[in-house]
């Protein structure tokens, strides 16, 4: 599958609300998988061959698991020429030598671009500003729809994020 291919896969996957980041791995041909990693590891991308396999923490919430999969598919489609064997990403999602691979092309440039990318994927701007018209919408209840932490969604709003 060329990445062409893969861009048109991607922004049919973002018209849907929530976003199905999971079934967009498996079109995009990216390999998943949940392990229990060190605590203060988020996630995994790695090189399989001519495969990527990416591998997320189960004891993190669904949440969390969904924008490290969306943040970990940023390193894939943006910065696969880097990656190199493979990448951990920390808690704060920093490329990190305290997991499998210590990956130095994987700087704060990329770690910021793969987070746009994951914002971007998961709360698309037209979907959110459609939900976020509706009257009586609430960040915690966007946060539900979309499937994303209120904290994810409240940045993403421009709203302060007042936890309950
Ligand atoms: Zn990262």
């Known amino acids: 599958m060329n990445i062409a291919d893969q861009w048109d896969i991607l922004t049919r996957a973002r018209r849907s609300v929530p976003v199905d980041v999971h079934q967009l791995t498996a079109a995009l041909g990216v390999r998943l998988k949940t392990a229990f990693l ?54 704060a999602y920093r490329s990190t030598n305290v997991g499998k691979y210590h990956n130095t092309m994987i700087g704060p440039k990329e770690e910021t671009e793969a987070n746009k990318f994951a914002a971007s994927l998961l709360m698309p701007s037209e979907s959110v500003n459609r939900e976020w018209a509706k009257p009586g919408s609430t960040p915690a209840q966007m946060a539900s729809l979309f499937g994303v932490s209120e904290h994810a969604m409240s940045i993403r709003l421009g709203v302060p994020y007042e936890p309950a």
């Open 38 to 91: 060190a605590p203060n590891i988020s996630g995994m991308l790695e090189r399989v061959g001519e495969k990527f396999l990416i591998t997320l923490n189960t004891g993190d919430s669904y949440t969390r698991q969904r924008f490290t999969l969306a943040h970990e598919l940023g390193h894939y489609m943006l910065h696969r020429h880097l990656v190199g064997d493979g990448l951990d990403d920390d808690r």
